[in-house]
């Protein structure tokens, strides 16, 4: 093992790949922790603490702030993973918590904890669903381990609705139609970068009207705290289900089945299948059974030409309904 002294923080290579630079983390000047991005985390600084079920001779200060959703704050979830902090008799035991400060984050009589405190020597996990909404909190990671002597590093991801932004949302729709689409959380005052910029009303509004003429995928970009965020959507134009236009109703395994692909996701949906003179002969409401070329009084049909309606049913695809014939073959 090497170990380089850069000031106060300590830089070790080991056969572990810990090729990352050390960043500060200490009380007076924590490493910003941003979401969905493993951050690795070295514990160098030398602080007493004792809060909660932390006793530590040496703590890991990260900070992060929530996002901006006042009706809904969410929650925060932190994962420690692949922890490598080897003492004198062992694997060092970690204890982390996540705090909010009135002031320094290290002096335990300003901080109110914002939820459990968490044990162990790999693979913790932090959950809270008490988040306020722009709030600043900060995770702090202590242990009785003297940096000087061997590594003590790990990697922190930060995850949940509380400290992420989302774009809603996906939509199906026919051609010429238009969607609204909504970013909820971010903070507004640095405002939104929609893209591409394709059919949209906006690209740096948190509301936006889409208007595509073909299926396409978008990204938003925004800002939370010192992080820069992301969520996507995608607005699909046509059909959200595929009908086949035959099947082999002859018992023998293979394609026995009108299988209508993704027709599940529309309970309601009902679909009816004439004959060439317009007489009804299949109708199902849902389509829990896929039609097995059977008519309304059980036989099985002859080969041939059928045609289809379907309407999903569905209010929020607003999208008339869909025609097509199948045929049967024997």
């Known amino acids: 093992m090497n170990a380089n002294r850069i000031g106060s923080c300590l830089l070790f290579m080991t056969l572990a790949a810990w090729t990352v630079p050390c960043r500060a983390?200490?009380?007076?000047?924590?490493?910003?922790l941003c979401p969905e991005e493993p951050t690795p985390v070295f514990i160098t600084d030398g602080a007493f603490?004792?809060?909660d079920c932390i006793d530590a001779t040496h703590v890991a200060v990260l900070k992060f702030r929530?996002?901006?959703?006042?009706?809904?704050?969410?929650?925060?979830?932190?994962?420690?993973s692949q922890v490598n902090c080897e003492g004198a008799t062992g694997p060092d035991t970690l204890s982390a918590v996540v705090v909010s400060a009135a002031g320094d984050p290290c002096d335990f009589s300003?901080?109110?904890?914002?939820?459990?405190c968490v044990t162990g020597t790999d693979d913790l996990v932090w959950e809270s669903s008490t988040l306020m909404h722009d709030t600043e909190y900060f995770l702090l990671i202590g242990a009785?381990?003297?940096p000087s002597d061997t590594l003590c590093a790990m990697y922190v991801e930060l995850e949940g609705d509380g400290v992420t932004m989302d774009a809603c949302c996906n939509h199906t729709l026919v051609s010429g139609a238009s969607a609204q689409l909504e970013v909820v959380g971010g903070d507004p005052v640095y405002g939104y970068t929609w893209s591409p910029s394709f059919y949209l009303s906006?690209?740096?509004?948190?509301?936006?009207?889409?208007?595509?003429?073909?299926?396409?995928?978008?990204?938003?970009?925004?800002?939370?705290?010192?992080?820069?965020?992301?969520?996507s959507v995608t607005v699909t134009v046509g059909s959200p289900i595929g009908v086949p236009n035959s099947f082999t109703p002859n018992a023998d395994g293979i394609n026995d089945f009108w299988g209508i692909d993704g027709i599940g996701a529309f309970p309601g949906a009902q679909i009816e299948v004439f004959n060439r003179w317009g007489q009804l002969v299949h109708r199902s409401l849902g389509y829990a059974q896929p039609w097995d070329?059977?008519?309304?009084s059980g036989k099985p049909l002859n080969e041939g030409t059928y045609y289809?309606?379907?309407?999903?049913?569905?209010e929020t695809l607003p999208i008339p309904p869909e025609t097509g014939h199948v045929a049967i073959i024997r």
């Not at 983390?25 to 910003?32: A, E, F, G, I, V």
């Not at 070329?293 to 309304?296: H, P, Y």
Request: proline share 5%; charged share 20%; net charge negative.
């Open 25 to 32: 983390q200490s009380c007076d000047d924590p490493l910003t």
């Open 49 to 51: 603490l004792n809060f």
């Open 66 to 80: 929530s996002n901006h959703n006042f009706e809904d704050p969410g929650n925060a979830r932190i994962r420690i």
């Open 110 to 116: 300003v901080l109110t904890s914002m939820g459990p």
């Open 144 to 146: 009785v381990h003297d």
């Open 202 to 231: 906006d690209t740096d509004q948190a509301i936006t009207t889409v208007t595509p003429a073909e299926t396409i995928s978008y990204q938003v970009d925004g800002v939370i705290g010192d992080c820069q965020v992301s969520s």
């Open 293 to 296: 070329g059977t008519g309304r």
């Open 308 to 314: 289809y309606v379907i309407e999903l049913n569905d």
